[in-house]
């Protein structure tokens, strides 16, 4: 994973959990090649309402990186999302 794309993504808060999506786990890949950023994502559950949300946020963010002209998010059900995915600063933060 691409240092500078991933310390971007800690940026982009999950808005009902209010943590990053990095922390949550939810980042598969991160990458650049060039000028464009791929991102392989997941969310806690397919159906999740703040999808645009969340996947607008990574585009935007990663928009305001230097290196960054162009984003493409790539939104995956498999492997499925699971807490254990999560780092221990958001255990801690969810789960006490």
């Known amino acids: 994973m691409t240092d500078y794309i991933i310390n971007?993504?800690?940026d982009v808060i999950d808005?009902?959990?209010?943590?990053?999506?990095?922390?949550?786990?939810l980042i598969y890949e991160a990458t650049c090649e060039g000028n464009k950023a791929y991102v392989k994502m997941t969310l806690t559950t397919p159906?999740?309402?703040?999808?645009?949300?969340?996947?607008?946020?990574?585009?935007?963010?990663?928009l305001q990186l230097?290196?960054?002209n162009?984003?493409?998010v790539d939104l995956v059900f498999d492997p499925a999302w699971?807490?254990?995915l999560m780092s221990e600063k958001a255990k801690m933060t969810l789960f006490g």
């Open 47 to 62: 159906g999740c309402p703040l999808h645009d949300s969340i996947v607008n946020g990574v585009k935007e963010r990663l």
């Open 15 to 25: 808005p009902e959990l209010g943590i990053n999506i990095v922390d949550l786990g």
């Open 82 to 84: 699971n807490p254990s």
């Open 70 to 72: 162009d984003v493409q």
């Open 8 to 10: 971007g993504l800690y």
């Open 66 to 68: 230097e290196e960054v």
